[in-house]
């Protein structure tokens, strides 16, 4: 079945400093490619997303590129916010597009 | 403003009780979901619907129960048989059950407190 694998975390950076998230999948098909954002407490928002082979997904600096040779979506951005601490939840969708298979998560905390 | 609605955000439930949990969304969406997230963990979907009236269970549904007699309502019910229901639930909503039309939207969450 469909299966979503980040990087383990916990992550912690300095302020500006350049930040990868590495996210692979394994599905049948070129599912839809997500990235969402968790502030704590609060439900997921959508960051970005990519729906076929070699699209870049981009957002509030934050890129993706949905890479199918590697079956691989990395998260990136060039100079981290303290306002971008947060866990990150790379997604992706199944075939007929009924439902999300989502990877665990990673906690990105970012120091001053 | 259009959005997904949950409530309460806290709710504190006796063991051996069932309780209900509220989803509305006013996006027009078709398909709607409800997700558990455990700490320091992804979400695990419970059950989803992609038209009024009609469901799926998903991957933990067991000791749950949903109804969706309106599109823009999805309630989730935790019923006694539920071992450990402590938890954050999340509902989420999307345009419908398409390729392409698959992002989903969430609500703020409501977490449970089993005493």
């Known amino acids: 079945g469909d299966s979503v694998t980040q990087m383990e975390g916990p992550v912690t950076l300095s302020e500006e400093a350049f930040l990868t998230i590495n996210c692979t999948y394994t599905a049948t098909g070129y599912p839809s490619l997500f990235w969402y954002v968790q502030y704590p407490g609060e439900g997921l928002q959508l960051l970005l997303k990519?729906?076929?082979?070699?699209d870049k997904g981009s957002n509030k600096g934050f890129e993706a590129t949905y890479r199918k040779e590697t079956t691989s979506f990395h998260l990136e951005k060039g100079s981290v916010q303290v306002s971008d601490s947060a866990v990150y939840f790379c997604a992706l969708s199944s075939l007929d597009g009924s439902r999300l298979t989502f990877g665990e998560g990673t906690q990105l905390t970012v120091n001053p | 403003d259009g959005g997904i609605t949950q409530s309460p955000k806290y709710l504190f439930r006796k063991e051996g009780q069932n309780v209900t949990l509220s989803c509305e969304q006013n996006?027009?969406?078709?398909?709607m979901y409800w997700y558990r997230q455990d700490p320091g963990q992804g979400l695990r979907l419970i059950y989803y619907?992609?038209?009024?009236?009609?469901?799926q269970k998903g991957d933990i549904a067991e000791g749950y129960s949903v109804s969706r007699e309106k599109k823009e309502s999805f309630p989730l019910t935790v019923t006694s048989a539920q071992k450990n229901p402590t938890a954050f639930y999340l509902c989420?909503?999307?345009?419908?059950?398409?390729?392409?039309?698959?992002?989903?939207?969430f609500g703020p969450g409501t977490r449970l407190t089993v005493l």
């Open positions: 989420a909503s999307s345009r419908s059950g398409v390729v392409g039309a698959d992002t989903q939207y």
């Open positions: 990519a729906t076929k082979a070699d």
């Open positions: 996006l027009n969406h078709d398909a």
């Open positions: 619907s992609q038209i009024v009236n009609d469901f």
